[in-house]
């Protein structure tokens, strides 16, 4: 059975004063994509990782939790997402085992070294190759958000059917404004490529 894994650390973690505020929004965060928390962990301090059940959502799920993480002032997160074989269910899934585990461990040890923050690791070395260079371009734009960049994010993955309007009126500010945030996120590009992502994906599955 093929799966999804994410691994991820929070980055300056250390350098917070309120390790509860990152920590809640991280569990947060977690939670919202998987309901079930035998399918995420938290570990080590700044350390996690989730299981996804649907292997096409690697990508929108590491924008997901970037957002949350960069809605807090001074705080970034490196995320490695692998995918491949689970061939062992344990009671949690730091328990668990397969080649998607192996795949996103390794690569999340990876951007520590290469100081990168997005990157993802199948069996497929052209689809490796390809997708890794769309991350690396979009990372210009996501490195960068700002706290109100992060927010809109977040706001537009959990609510994708709501108008600018309604986006507007649940945080406070108008639709021009969400227009604005959301086009200095770089949003629709961020879709874009979450849509691509998941044909490639569906290439090897």
Known sequence: MKT???TGDIIKSRTQLDNELWLTTLKEA?????????YWDIY???SFQIELKDVFSGFIAAV????????LSGLDVRLAIGLGEKTYKGDSVSESSGEAYINSGETLEMLKKDKQNLRIKTNN???NKELNLYFKLALIAMDRWTINSAEIV???IEQPNALQSEL?????????AISTRQKRAYLDEILELDVLYREKIATIV
């Open 168 to 176: 507007g009126k649940i945080i406070g500010i108008n639709q021009n």
């Open 125 to 127: 070395l052209q689809i």
């Open 4 to 6: 999804s894994i994410i």
């Open 64 to 71: 997901y939790i970037k957002a949350c993480i960069k809605s």
């Open 44 to 46: 080590r301090g700044d």
């Open 154 to 156: 977040k706001l537009s």
């Open 30 to 38: 977690l939670s919202y994509l998987s309901v079930d928390a035998q």
